[in-house]
T-cell receptor, first 113, second 115 residues
């Protein structure tokens, strides 16, 4: 089965700093990749997803992620974070022939005003 | 609100009691998922339904756990003889077919505290 690793457990940034959160997956076949965000006290919300085509995916709120197949990676980026981006970020993967989504352990982002 | 809804949102129960959670998915979604999430961890897959058929179960789903989706619409997750280790958030999600570019939508979760 597929699995996901998020290397950064907790990231602390100042407003306007650039963000990159790492995500690596292990699965040899075709995958679909996702980033979800969970704001304090709220449910998981989809930030962006990759299914096929352009490996650079743009999502909501200025986030983007790049799928690098050779590195089994799908890192999340934002050029300039805001205090309101403080949340937990989860990378997730579904294998093409499976029907369950596997999540990484999450990265907590704290943005200082 | 036409999203995934879960009930109850919070449940405190004594060890050894049974609890049941309900999930109402987005109405046109034929796929329904249950996940468990503990503090500091990502959601862990428990089980998945396509319509009323339970197609996959994680080994995390011990024999004290049972999930049903009798008419292919709402689902229930029952935990029998609860243990303190069952304390977690239980997330329900729904989707259409995943390999068609569709997204899994999550509910707000049901918090379980076993005392």
């Amino acid at each position: 089965a597929q699995s996901v690793s998020q290397h950064n457990h907790h990231v602390i940034l100042s407003e306007a700093a650039s963000l990159e959160l790492g995500c690596n997956y292990s699965y040899g076949g075709t995958v679909n990749l996702f980033w979800y965000v969970q704001y304090p006290g709220q449910h998981l919300q989809l930030l962006l997803k990759y299914f096929s085509g352009d490996p650079l995916v743009k999502g909501i709120k200025g986030f983007e992620a790049e799928f690098i197949k050779s590195k089994f990676s799908f890192n999340l980026r934002k050029p300039s974070v805001q205090w309101s981006d403080t949340a937990e970020y989860f990378c997730a993967v579904t294998a093409y022939n499976n029907n369950d989504m596997r999540f990484g352990a999450g990265t907590r982002l704290t943005v200082k005003p | 609100d036409t999203g995934v809804s879960q009930d109850p949102r919070h449940k405190i129960t004594k060890r050894g009691q049974n609890v049941t959670f309900r999930c109402d998915p987005i109405s046109e979604h034929n796929r329904l998922y249950w996940y468990r999430q503990t503090l500091g961890q990502g959601p862990e897959f428990l089980t998945y339904f396509q319509n009323e058929a339970q197609l996959e179960k994680s080994r995390l789903l011990s024999d004290r756990f049972s999930a049903e989706r009798p008419k292919g619409s709402f689902s229930t997750l029952e935990i029998q003889r609860t243990e303190q280790g069952d304390s977690a958030m239980y997330l329900c999600a729904s989707s259409l077919a995943l390999n068609s570019g569709n997204t899994i939508y999550f509910g707000e979760g049901s918090w379980l505290t076993v005392v």
